[in-house]
């Protein structure tokens, strides 16, 4: 299996995408500022 980096992980899509890779066995390095632009605390729970 593959690794991917996922950027703004904690993000609607890109926590999708992650879990959708990892679901098919790859390995996902995610990354993201978690700035305040929405709730933080949504964000977190994603991670």
Known sequence: ????????VA?????????FLLADGHTVVGIDNLNDAYDVRLKQWRL
């Open 11 to 19: 993000g609607f899509i890109a926590s999708k995408v992650a879990e």
């Open 1 to 8: 299996m593959s690794t991917y980096l996922v950027t703004g």
